[in-house]
């Protein structure tokens, strides 16, 4: 077992997106991803259905279909093959939760 605290895990950069692994095995991987007010990540496309979880602030998802704001507290899933892009929405900062299964 493994026990992660997400607040000590929370790291900024007004440069790029921040990125920390909270738990990699062979199965699964869980990822946090902090962004500065404006930021945006680059476009992914993942081998497997990816779950994201906002935990803070409002993230832009701009897919195949129409851009979806989340708020706090709000999942979406991402189906495999899916291009897509994480953009921080609101002027503060942006916290998500990144899951999938292990590549």
Partial sequence: MQTVTISDA???????VQRRDLVRSDDLHVELLCFEAGQRDADVTVDHDR???????????????TPRRL???TLLSV??????????AG???????????AS
Avoid at 10 to 16: E, G, K, M, N, Q
Wanted: a negative charge; aromatic letters at 4%.
């Fill in 10 to 16: 929370r790291t900024f950069s007004l440069r790029d």
């Fill in 51 to 65: 779950l994201y979880q906002v935990l803070e602030g409002e993230v832009i998802v701009r897919g195949e279909d």
């Fill in 71 to 73: 708020g706090k507290g």
């Fill in 79 to 88: 189906p495999s093959g899916i291009t897509h892009t994480l953009e921080n």
């Fill in 91 to 101: 002027g503060g900062l942006l916290v998500v939760m990144a899951t999938s299964r």
